[in-house]
């Protein structure tokens, strides 16, 4: 069984491109998170998905920012017009359906690191 | 909201010394679940341990075990026998049904 796996690990883009970051989940795994983290700083919740659903977004930015899992298919995070300051790693993890099922953690991505020139 | 405090941004320990992480956090939930995760450089995130709030007994994990006060909403862990491999950054996690939430981290290094 893969963990969760992220593409590409690392990713350049100029000022004003776009950047697309993409994440598989867990075979089995139907829940999906992205999170940013900044250098030397903890992890930033931005978006929760279900398949083909938004659950939670209150930690993207509204502007820019956009995410998608669709039916089949990896998850997307979308970065329109990229600016120096959203250079970070961008890290997703999956998990199961229920928590009480005994299976309760977030498996990790190894994460995408996005410089912004 | 939840959130996850970890009150110390970076900690030292002695090579086979122990040494304490804090973590304490905010809810008003009653059936939830907390965790520690290690990053190291390599930057890939892993589970060290876990929680659950209904289980008043500490769960342990080889070197690694937590102090849980649940009526404190404390999540200390405590990692005994350090070794180089542990320096890192650790991160403490709450989970409420699907809501997942970390803390700042906490950057540890390994004296030799």
């Known amino acids: 069984n893969a963990g969760v796996m992220q593409n590409p690990r690392h990713l350049v883009r100029r000022r004003g491109q776009e950047a697309r970051l993409r994440c598989s989940p867990m075979?089995?795994?139907?829940?999906v998170y992205w999170y940013r983290q900044l250098p030397e700083e903890g992890l930033k919740f931005m978006v929760y998905?279900?398949?083909?659903?938004?659950?939670?977004e209150s930690g993207m930015p509204k502007e820019r920012f956009s995410a998608e899992f669709p039916k089949e298919g990896p998850s997307i995070l979308r970065i329109q017009q990229v600016v120096r300051g959203d250079s970070a790693a961008y890290f997703c993890?999956?998990?199961?359906?229920?928590?009480?099922?005994?299976?309760?953690?977030?498996?990790f991505g190894q994460g995408t690191r996005l410089t912004v020139v | 909201a939840q959130t996850v405090t970890q009150s110390q941004p970076e900690m030292s320990v002695q090579e086979a010394e122990t040494v304490t992480l804090s973590c304490t956090y905010d809810?008003?939930?009653?059936?939830?679940?907390l965790f520690w995760y290690k990053q190291p450089p390599s930057r890939q995130m892993i589970l060290v341990i876990r929680q659950e709030a209904y289980k008043q007994q500490n769960a342990t994990e080889n070197r690694f075990s937590v102090n849980f006060q649940k009526a404190a909403k404390s999540f200390s862990l405590k990692i005994s026998d350090s070794q180089l491999g542990d320096a890192a950054m650790y991160f403490c996690a709450y989970r409420s049904g699907q809501n997942f939430v970390f803390g700042p981290g906490t950057r540890l290094s390994v004296l030799p």
């Open positions: 998905l279900q398949k083909e659903n938004i659950i939670d």
């Open positions: 075979k089995g795994h139907s829940h």
């Open positions: 809810t008003s939930e009653s059936d939830y679940y």
């Open positions: 993890a999956s998990s199961p359906l229920e928590v009480y099922r005994g299976h309760t953690e977030a498996f």
